[in-house]
């Protein structure tokens, strides 16, 4: 069994992984409560810039439409698949919690359940990244006319006398 070491500046030796110099031993306990808290501060962040863009787009007409086709840009996609992998992994973990502390009367399969997790997360996010990736309801920001709109009408366009 390792040991940690409590002497003086044991607080920065024991932060740091063993590879790196450190005391701090990774194991999956550590990785799944690392996982978890930081997927929740980003969804809660997420929460919190959803709401303004929410707010902000619902001024007029055409801010919504902005916002609409900003959120079909490619770094937005990414965003959302972030925060798919997110919801996922924060919620199933969530529920791996409450079966391990209040289900399961003991349980000595904690490695086991949370690769086994793992790997559904992963299985669920290659599935919902698919439509999440191939879906479009207008075009990009980047485009020049929104679909079903009238054609912009440019000087290029009334030069050759039509």
């Not at 996982?35 to 929740?40: I, Y």
């Not at 919190?48 to 079909?72: C, G, V, W």
């Not at 309801?137 to 006319?145: E, I, K, R, T, Y």
Request: glycine fraction near 10%; charge should be positive; include cysteine.
């Amino acid at each position: 069994m390792h040991i940690p070491d409590r002497g003086p500046g044991s607080a920065l030796a024991n932060a740091v992984p063993r590879q790196l110099g450190g005391s701090y031993r990774l194991f999956t306990g550590s990785l799944a409560y690392v996982l978890h808290r930081v997927t929740g501060l980003g969804l809660i962040i997420f929460l919190f810039f959803h709401i303004i863009s929410i707010t902000k787009a619902n001024h007029t007409p055409e801010a919504y439409d902005l916002m609409i086709r900003r959120m079909q840009e490619p770094d937005f996609k990414l965003g959302e698949l972030c925060l798919y992998a997110a919801l996922l992994f924060h919620g199933l973990n969530g529920m791996r919690i409450v079966w391990v502390d209040f289900v399961a009367k003991r349980t000595t399969q904690h490695k086991r359940i949370f690769w086994g997790l793992a790997a559904l997360v992963c299985a669920l996010l290659v599935a919902g990244a698919i439509p999440l990736i191939l879906h479009t309801n207008v075009q990009p920001l980047h485009s020049d006319q929104l679909p079903g709109a009238a054609p912009v009408c440019s000087p290029c366009a009334t030069v050759g006398g039509k």
